[in-house]
């Protein structure tokens, strides 16, 4: 299976201190790979990197092949690069609509001046978007909320709602900063059966998470950093008995 994304010996420094140091790694498309470590081993900053918020050092990153290391995020969210982020980022005075349907921005096919005045083309788009974030509302189990301030929803819906509006891009590459941070076991396995079926659909997830059970029973493939180098790679069963990890993430 050919990975839709690969990292080759990218690196990242500050200052001349590597938070990222050296680091190779592939997501095939239709599996859930987990990029896991522990607090400040360099895990967003690689998320950065894949997304063009921040510039490498030295390396590439390749999407389906192609060299996008110096690409901006705005042309790689045109390309189908979706994130969620670590802290929370929506438009809590906007409805739970409102947010998700954003993420189809980039997908409008009607100009701004056929929205203002209001062309069928642009109605028929409209009811065509609200139609599908209507689906995603439904696959999450929040259509009753879809008019609900977002702002005003408990923390495990806001994270549900960034996750459907990273969704709403129709992504080929998914990339989960600790999606589940701040979740009980159920609300969890709930999103673990959603993030299978996205790979089922043949997105490639990279997964970024603390909860070692739900990234065991989710990933075909782990790689572990630490100060910003890869310690580790396999199958998770294999990578969860290596001594290295044990005694640089899990604890000895």
Not at 77 to 87: H, L
Request: charged share 20%.
């Amino acid at each position: 299976m050919s990975a839709t994304l690969v990292l080759e010996n990218v690196a990242r420094h500050f200052g001349g201190v590597p938070a990222v140091d050296g680091l190779s790694l592939s997501v095939p498309a239709g599996q859930i790979t987990g990029l896991i470590g522990p607090n400040g081993a360099g895990k967003t900053t690689v998320v950065n990197l894949i997304t063009g918020l921040l510039h490498l050092t030295s390396g590439r990153v390749l999407l389906d092949g192609k060299d996008v290391s110096r690409c901006e995020a705005p042309e790689l969210a045109r390309a189908g690069v979706a994130r969620t982020f670590q802290n929370i980022r929506l438009v809590p005075d906007a409805s739970v609509l409102d947010n998700v349907l954003a993420g189809f921005h980039r997908h409008e096919k009607t100009g701004l001046w056929a929205n203002l005045l209001g062309l069928p083309s642009a109605r028929a788009e409209t009811r065509r978007l609200k139609d599908e974030a209507m689906t995603l509302l439904e696959r999450f189990g929040m259509t009753a909320l879809a008019q609900y301030r977002a702002g005003g929803l408990s923390y495990g819906h806001q994270r549900r709602i960034e996750m459907m509006r990273a969704l709403a891009m129709r992504p080929r590459l998914l990339l989960l900063d600790e999606p589940v941070a701040g979740m009980n076991d159920a609300e969890a396995e709930s999103l673990a059966g959603i993030f299978r079926s996205v790979a089922a659909d043949g997105v490639a997830v990279l997964l970024i998470e603390h909860n070692m059970r739900f990234v065991m029973s989710l990933c075909s493939r782990l790689y572990v950093v630490a100060a910003g180098r890869l310690i580790a790679e396999g199958e998770p069963e294999a990578v969860g008995r290596d001594p290295v990890v044990v005694e640089a993430y899990l604890g000895a």
